[in-house]
């Protein structure tokens, strides 16, 4: 929680604090400063024509931690990322909660890009703010965030201009997967609709999927455009079969990784995901061992099957990346893997030679 002496060494809280007490400004949850303020402050320092680092903090998967553990410990989240914030942050600025699980972050330090990057790189990394347990009372949930950001006046010179970069960087940090930051570089961002970002439901995607499944003959095409959309709508780099008898593929690579007889032990309504490759050790250690070996922390994982016949399985996964995976894209995976089956039970050829020929058609 922010003091008065804390704030009374930024003008513009000093001024503020000669007319409303400290419990005025604060957000009476986490002790930080308060949307109002939090904003009368960014448009003091552009007035002011003060350099200044805007970034907006998103918590991911919140509602999962409200859904699962309850608000009591929602709150607790909400304290522990502030308290943490905000002794990260130290003399170098001010943070906010500006709503719900979201928060502000004005750091009057850093503008370049190598010292932003290293700024918000250290808060996620060594247990700092984020991609940490928050030890609460009963529980200890994983929380990690997306961020994006922008600077002034080098990016946007009024406010709604540097909002507007910090909600594009903040989606395409989203898109990307969450748990990561963006920060905002005009020849990367500058033409990103965020209503595109937003506007690209799941309903889209499964009917973008079946119309490029059904308008081919060939299986290996079908898979081809199949292998296609999925790379621009789940944004993946590779993705891996397991075949029938345990055997890890790469498609992009056309590699063996490894072998996997353990996949089901993880399965629920024939789809899993995690955030942490440590949650299926004991389950599963055949698996844990070859993603391991792959460096591989987070991923899905779906069957490919048609009634009470398993025909293998469909992998995402992304090396050396702590991506979020979210319900829709194992959705999007699971859908994928019912239209592989259904070919695979009227062609009767096996995964990996469907996914084979799919790869090869498109070289």
Known sequence: MYTVKELSQIPYFEELLKEKDIVQILDSLTGLVSRPYMIGFIKSLIEEKRPFTLGILDLDNFKFVNDNYGHRVGDGVLSGVSSDMQEYLGSAGVA??????????????????????????????????????????????????????????????????????????????????????????????????????????????????????????????????????????????????????????????????????????????????????????????????????????????VDVKVGNTCYGYLLCAEPHSQRLWQEDDSAILLYTARLLASEIQRTGAPLNFILQGASESGK
């Open 96 to 301: 906010g909660r500006i709503g719900g699980d979201e928060f502000m972050i004005v750091n009057l330090r850093d503008r370049t890009y190598a010292e932003k990057k290293l700024f918000y790189l250290n808060m996620y990394a060594n247990f700092r703010v984020l991609r940490k347990n928050i030890k609460l009372e009963d529980c200890d949930p994983f929380i990690t965030g997306t961020i994006g950001s922008a600077t002034f006046p080098e990016d946007a010179t009024t406010y709604d201009g540097l909002f507007e970069l910090v909600d594009k960087a903040l989606y395409r940090g989203k898109t990307k997967g969450r748990n990561c930051y963006i920060i905002y570089l005009p020849e990367k961002h500058a033409n990103i609709e965020i209503k595109e970002l937003k506007g690209h439901s799941i309903y889209v995607t499964m009917r973008s999927l079946t119309a490029r499944f059904d308008t081919e003959e060939a299986i290996p095409d079908k898979v081809r455009k199949i292998m296609d959309a999925l790379v621009e709508d789940l944004r993946i780099s590779d993705l891996y079969c397991i075949t029938a008898d345990g055997i890890l593929q790469s498609q992009v690579k056309q590699a063996t990784l490894g072998k996997i007889t353990d996949a089901n032990n993880i399965l629920n309504i024939g789809r899993y995901y995690t955030n942490s490759l440590n949650d299926v050790k004991d389950a599963s250690p055949e698996m844990y061992e070859v993603l391991h070996e792959q460096e591989i922390e987070t991923f899905m994982i």
